[in-house]
């Protein structure tokens, strides 16, 4: 069957260390996959895309990486700050040449004082 | 950056009610629009595709008569929910696409909480 899973239980870390997400699929073959923020009671807010020929992109302090062998990417924030804290979902993108997007279900991060 | 205006942000309203909801591009075109319905804690779920004059397509378990989804301008979708209940009480979110294909981002609106009594 299809899945798409990211951590389920919420990520608690220091406020200055590296937060590493992960966004897991099965079955699935995205030509792109994108990484929203959503805040309590919002719609979420686009962050970065990555193509399934590119290894790694960054954006200030986010990097992301799209490992289609591995059928997982890795979200990563440094230098994290209490600012960061917020749900982050993963999306598949171009999944059989759709526009729709398929969404995990997040994994909520709380970066502590 | 573009910007997806949704309209009401909170509903409560007696079983029985239609409920219109109106998704907005506001500096962008957006010939599809995207609706999503979201539980406490869970993922976004997609319930349709909003195409500029054509008919929604939406996705499977979806009561297209239930949700009635509108798209008369490159700028403004609807979703109407009829006769709404206790259990069509949701978080619905819209979203628009910028044109240009794949890889484009989707613009989120920021929902709205539907509270049916």
């Known amino acids: 069957s299809q899945k798409i899973e990211q951590n389920s239980e919420a990520l608690n870390i220091q406020e200055g260390k590296t937060a590493t997400l992960t966004c897991n699929y099965t079955n699935y073959s995205p030509a792109y996959l994108q990484w929203y923020r959503q805040d309590p009671g919002r719609g979420p807010v686009f962050l970065l895309l990555i193509r399934e020929n590119e290894k790694e992109k960054r954006k200030e302090r986010l990097k992301v990486t799209f490992d289609t062998t591995l059928k997982q990417s890795l979200f990563h924030i440094t230098a994290s700050q209490p600012a960061d804290s917020a749900t982050y979902l993963c999306?598949?993108?171009?999944?059989?040449?759709?526009?729709?997007?398929?969404f995990g279900s997040g994994t909520r991060l709380l970066v502590r004082p | 950056g573009a910007v997806v205006s949704q309209h009401p942000s909170r509903v409560i309203c007696k079983s029985g009610t239609s409920v219109k909801i109106e998704c907005r591009s506001l500096?962008?075109?957006?010939?599809?629009m995207f609706w999503y319905r979201q539980f406490p804690k869970k993922s976004l779920m997609l319930m349709a595709t909003s195409n500029e004059g054509s008919k929604a397509t939406y996705e499977q378990g979806v009561e297209k008569d239930k949700f009635l989804i509108n798209h008369a301008s490159l700028t403004l979708s609807t979703l109407t929910v009829t006769s709404a209940h206790p259990e069509d009480s949701s978080f619905y979110i819209c979203?628009?696409?910028?044109?240009?294909?794949?890889?484009?981002?989707?613009?989120f609106g920021d929902g709205t909480r539907l509270s049916i009594l």
């Open positions: 979203s628009a696409r910028e044109t240009g294909g794949l890889n484009q981002p989707q613009h």
């Open positions: 999306a598949l993108d171009g999944v059989d040449s759709s526009y729709k997007l398929i």
């Open positions: 500096d962008f075109q957006a010939t599809t």
